[in-house]
């Protein structure tokens, strides 16, 4: 019977570690703060704004909402950011990605102060990922290494693939896997004979955005499996990259979606603003 990772669980315990920091900080008088971005009224980011501040109340992170219209200037966010980034109170600053079409995302992350990037989206934090200097990791591969470490599953050594190569997971996964000493191969659209090489792996991280994409033929027996996607199923029900019956039995352990990944996503943005709040501790 394969090991069901249980993302729900262990993200609570990440909650639970940040609350205890949270309070070990207010004890010296800080209050850990994150400012949260959300440009327009697009319902699916209100949702996942709304679900990281009642993270933010649980933790004790005093959440800072701003609120702006989807017509609001560039210059006008660029303005707010770099006030934020002055304010000694705000220890880390989110902005609900996507924005409207008339704003830069790039110009806009580039804004954030990397010491305040709990997002780890801004290049000198992908730069300190790379180089292995310590930064803001982004929260998704972040809460695959968690996932994998309090389940009890080795990385160093193993053959490890992703399937992915986007800035927010796939690359961030296989640098975080690499600094892990995972023996990593990093795949996407334009790989070829991509069975062969996820049939080698003792991790698989799938990252593709297709649903259902890998069955048991794309897998050796006994391998690891985080399934990074989510989707809805033609029932509507959730789903992720991995169709989890079909690989079931040949699998050691997998993520099931949803209590997977996604629920780790929250609690690593918990963390890295946690993260944030400690820096005042030390200056
Ligand atoms: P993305 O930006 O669309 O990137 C998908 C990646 O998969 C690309 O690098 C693409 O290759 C590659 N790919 C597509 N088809 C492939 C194939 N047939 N074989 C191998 N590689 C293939 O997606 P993303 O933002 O990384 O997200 C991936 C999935 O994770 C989505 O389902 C998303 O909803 C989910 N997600 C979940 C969380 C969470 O919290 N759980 C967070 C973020 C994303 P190319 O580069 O060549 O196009």
């Given at each position: 019977m394969p090991q069901i990772i249980d993302g729900k669980k262990i993200a609570q315990e990440i909650k639970d570690e940040m609350k205890i920091e949270a309070d070990k900080l207010r004890a010296q008088g800080i209050i850990p703060c994150m400012a949260v971005i959300l440009v327009g009224d697009d319902p699916a980011s209100a949702v996942y704004v709304g679900g990281k501040r009642k993270d933010c109340a649980y933790v004790g992170i005093e959440s800072r909402a701003y609120e702006l219209p989807k017509t609001t200037a560039e210059e006008e966010l660029l303005t707010l950011i770099a006030q934020l980034n002055e304010?000694?109170?705000?220890h880390g600053i989110l902005v609900q990605l996507p924005?409207?079409?008339?704003?830069d995302e790039k110009k806009v992350i580039n804004a954030i102060s990397p010491d305040k990037?709990?997002?780890?989206?801004?290049p000198v934090n992908v730069g300190r990922l790379c180089t292995g200097v310590e930064g803001f990791v982004p929260c998704t591969p972040a809460g695959i290494v968690q996932l994998l470490h309090r389940s009890g599953i080795?990385?160093?050594g193993k053959e490890c693939v992703v399937i992915g190569r986007s800035n927010i997971v796939g690359k961030p996964a296989s640098l975080l896997l690499l600094r892990e000493n995972g023996t990593v191969t990093m795949t996407h659209?334009?790989?070829?004979n991509l069975m062969d090489i996820t049939k080698r792996a003792d991790i698989v991280v799938a990252a593709?955005?297709?649903?259902?994409?890998?069955?048991?033929?794309y897998l050796k027996k006994g391998a690891v499996v985080i399934d990074v996607g989510i989707h809805r199923n033609e029932n509507n029900k959730l789903c992720g990259d991995v169709d989890f019956e079909d690989v079931f039995e040949k699998v050691s352990a997998i993520t099931p979606v949803?209590?997977?990944?996604g629920v780790m996503t929250r609690a690593m943005l918990m963390y890295n603003c946690i993260s944030a709040a400690k820096r005042e501790e030390l200056l």
């Open positions: 304010d000694k109170n705000v924005l409207p079409g008339h704003m990037d709990v997002d780890g989206f801004h080795k990385i160093e659209s334009k790989t070829e593709a955005g297709r649903p259902k994409f890998i069955t048991k033929e949803p209590g997977g990944v």
